[in-house]
């Protein structure tokens, strides 16, 4: 319930940090917590600029995999698409500038590796370029498109929504495109404002026949990346690009899959449930150490990882053990009752209005102020 | 273009002195679906051509200001720069008018200016404060005045609201048009083609016009296009490519559209070969997919102010104490600008949420924290 989450943060008698407006304070990744004040309003007199940060959270390192290197979030994705690459004769990969290595470096070194028949650039065509992609994959490729930045992706979304969600189910299962996977750079950086900065799962949320993954990091973002392509359904692989340099794991260097649609529970509690995707994961795991430490408060952290078709299963368990669900994410994401089972619903109405925490009708223009 | 070195005389001299007029030869424009062309030659006044001297100028001292700024972080998040393109905003401008309409994509200081903007509100805007042309709200990519559309950042996105904004000008008889701008990346994308179609059809006042500055982002023409000849891409559409380097060139091929399209023959395509020093944006050094010898051959053999300048000072039109009292002005006024750019303080958190809606009434949205509440207000 909307109580239990004010339980968390009111009263706290924290301090407002004030940044100065020319000092560059985008995202510091120190130990500093934030410290706000509960009062904060636009009839205070100076405007204070808070600083935000997340401190982002390795993973354990992974044993069962293998041998691991320390990679962070792009050179995951590299590795991801390497043993894609080398293993599956099939596998190509394209899109806007991915032949030099990419805008963020995901693709370095494959072209020179594996050709340029099999790692080539696109024209300025999202839709082209996702249409391209959905008639690769039904003849047989194993297709991996980059979508340049997220939020360039809406001209891509009646090929998304229209054509490589329905194909298997319009053609009686004659033919698929489940090769496909479209990865794109997504969320807020800092500084990306309106273009650069969007988080849009929430549009293909409601859409059957893909799939939607968001990794938390470089161990998850491999083994999702890699279950993507193996998935004989389209998905889309969104990719915090805040996270691109910033996270820094030990990641297996064979190839390994970690499965879909299986939400993970990061930390146990009982007194509230808290269930995020990508970069909020670090913030959330944050506010439970800060629960616990000022308010006495256990709270269960899940990381949700698929977003469609998303683990109900984790998440109740959840929401029925503690006293209530609270959805924190940069963008909206509406689980309509329609769509869940009775079971869920009938749960998540007894226990807690799921309600979504953060949702942002503005652009992102001050980013710096957000997150 | 050569430059021959203008015989100076130190004495002061009136204004008498100056040769009031002066015809140039421009290059021959190449032509598709057309007969004719626009001429020629060009008459320039010296009135003119201080303007557009001293408008150029600014352009290029303004984005200059601008990447140091960036360089201090003054300004934030993205930034393209134009300066190299110069002729190109000024030579349209000086084929239309104001009552005209234009947009363009995100690299769009120059247009901003050349449309009725000042520096002052366009280096607000960069650093994102109140008096910024969009209110500080908008930022490098989005700069708007009037019948100035901006500033667009998704690519290619642009070129059919001009047709729209076209259609508008046609139905409510105003003997308008609309100058729609992309790059030669956006030439590329689909709804360019969708726009060349519906213009053409209806025959829409749109003068479709691809600034190629040879490299869409890091990609050269080539590695990007089937068919480099962007004038040619329009299909049905009659097509001009224009030396964009050459301010007179420019002008007078816009001047030759804008007839073309107010006698309702419908739409017409122009194709400015022009180059940028900078590379795509302030991320980019520029210099990873091409030489730094091969700017530098642009800078010195066809920089826009300096053939202008050139034409000038040979044709006795100018003295070079007179352009250098532009030039220094020039400078005051941009170092103006960025002064007030840096102190004007930021927009008020109100506005954060404000102008969400039209006409609705006011609602509450969430600030940065869950217990901040700022008022949307329409």
């Known amino acids: 319930m909307a109580a239990s989450a004010r339980l968390l943060f009111r009263g706290a008698g924290l301090k407002a940090y004030t940044a100065n407006v020319n000092s560059g304070a985008q995202s510091s990744f120190g130990t500093t917590l934030l410290r706000l004040s509960p009062n904060c309003s636009s009839q205070t007199k100076t405007q204070i600029k808070h600083a935000s940060h997340f401190t982002y959270h390795p993973d354990p390192v992974p044993t069962m995999y293998g041998p691991t290197t320390k990679m962070n979030l792009f050179q995951s994705v590299t590795s991801a698409l390497d043993n894609t690459l080398a293993s599956d004769p099939t596998a190509v990969i394209f899109g806007e500038d991915v032949a030099f290595g990419g805008v963020f470096r995901c693709t370095v070194g494959l072209r020179d590796k594996y050709g340029k028949d099999r790692v080539f650039n696109t024209p300025l065509c999202e839709q082209g370029i996702v249409g391209f992609g959905i008639g690769a994959a039904a003849a047989g490729a194993t297709a991996i498109a980059e979508i340049q930045f997220a939020d360039y992706i809406y001209p891509a979304f009646d090929q998304i929504v229209n054509e490589a969600a329905k194909y298997r189910y319009r053609s009686g299962n004659l033919f698929d495109c489940g090769n496909l996977t479209i990865r794109a750079p997504w969320g807020c950086v800092g500084h990306g404002s309106l273009y650069h900065s969007q988080s849009p799962e929430a549009f293909f949320a409601h859409c059957p026949g893909i799939k939607i993954v968001i990794p938390r990091g470089p161990v998850q973002c491999k083994g999702l990346l890699l279950s993507c392509i193996e998935d004989h359904n389209p998905c889309i692989f969104f990719e915090p690009k805040i996270l691109y340099r910033a996270a820094v794991e030990q990641v297996p260097t064979e190839a390994y899959t970690i499965p879909l649609s299986q939400a993970e529970v990061l930390q146990e509690g009982s007194d509230v449930t808290l269930v995020a995707w990508g970069t909020q994961i670090h913030v959330l795991r944050e506010v439970v150490s800060m629960a616990q430490e000022k308010l006495g408060v256990s709270c269960e952290l899940i990381d949700l990882q698929t977003i469609l078709p998303w683990d109900t299963e984790t998440v109740c368990k959840g929401a029925r053990s503690s006293k209530g669900l609270q959805l924190l994410n940069s963008t909206c994401l509406t689980l309509s009752s329609r769509s869940t089972s009775p079971k869920t619903r009938c749960v998540l109405a007894v226990l807690s209005p799921l309600k979504s925490f953060y949702t942002s009708p503005y652009s992102f223009l001050f980013l710096s102020i957000l997150i | ?378």
Not at chain 2, 159 to 186: F, H, I, R
């Open chain 2, 1 to 378: 273009c050569r430059h021959e070195a203008a015989s100076v005389v130190v004495s002061s001299r009136s204004y008498a002195d100056f040769t009031p007029e002066a015809t140039f030869d421009i290059k021959k424009v190449d032509l598709h679906r057309l007969e004719e062309g626009p001429p020629l030659t060009s008459t320039l006044t010296r009135e003119d051509g201080l303007k557009y001297y001293r408008t150029m100028q600014t352009i290029r001292r303004m984005e200059l200001k601008a990447d140091q700024l960036y360089k201090q972080k003054i300004i934030r998040g993205f930034c393209h720069l134009y300066d190299g393109q110069e002729a190109c905003a000024v030579g349209i401008e000086g084929g239309i008018t104001l009552s005209d309409h234009l947009i363009t994509a995100y690299r769009a200081h120059g247009y901003t200016l050349t449309r009725g903007g000042t520096v002052r509100e366009i280096m607000a805007e960069l650093t994102g404060r109140r008096e910024g042309i969009a209110k500080g709200k908008g930022g490098s990519m989005h700069m708007y005045t009037k019948n100035f559309y901006g500033g667009n950042g998704i690519v290619g996105a642009q070129v059919p609201l001009g047709a729209g904004v076209a259609l508008a000008c046609k139905y409510l008889g105003t003997d308008q048009l609309c100058v729609s701008l992309y790059g030669d990346g956006a030439a590329n994308q689909g709804q360019i083609f969708e726009t060349y179609n519906m213009a053409s059809l209806w025959k829409l006042p749109i003068i479709f016009i691809c600034e190629n500055n040879q490299y869409g982002m890091g990609t050269s023409v080539e590695r990007a296009s089937a068919s480099t000849e962007y004038y040619k891409r329009g299909d049905f559409i009659p097509g001009l490519r224009v030396d964009g380097m050459d301010v007179l060139c420019v002008r007078e091929a816009t001047k030759f559209a804008a007839d073309h399209c107010r006698s309702g023959k419908g739409p017409i395509l122009m194709e400015l070969q022009t180059y940028r020093y900078h590379g795509h944006s302030m991320s980019d050094p520029g210099v990873s997919y091409r030489t730094r010898e091969e700017i530098q051959e642009v800078r010195s053999k066809s920089d826009p102010i300096s053939m202008l300048k050139d034409r000038m000072l040979s044709n006795n039109m100018a003295s070079v104490e007179e352009l250098k009292e532009i030039d220094i002005e020039v400078r005051k006024e941009i170092e103006d600008a960025a002064q007030f750019a840096t102190t004007d303080p930021e927009p008020p958190l109100d506005d954060l949420c404000s102008h969400i809606y039209a006409n609705e009434k006011s609602f509450e949205v969430r600030g940065a924290t869950p217990w901040t509440k700022l008022t949307s207000h329409s």
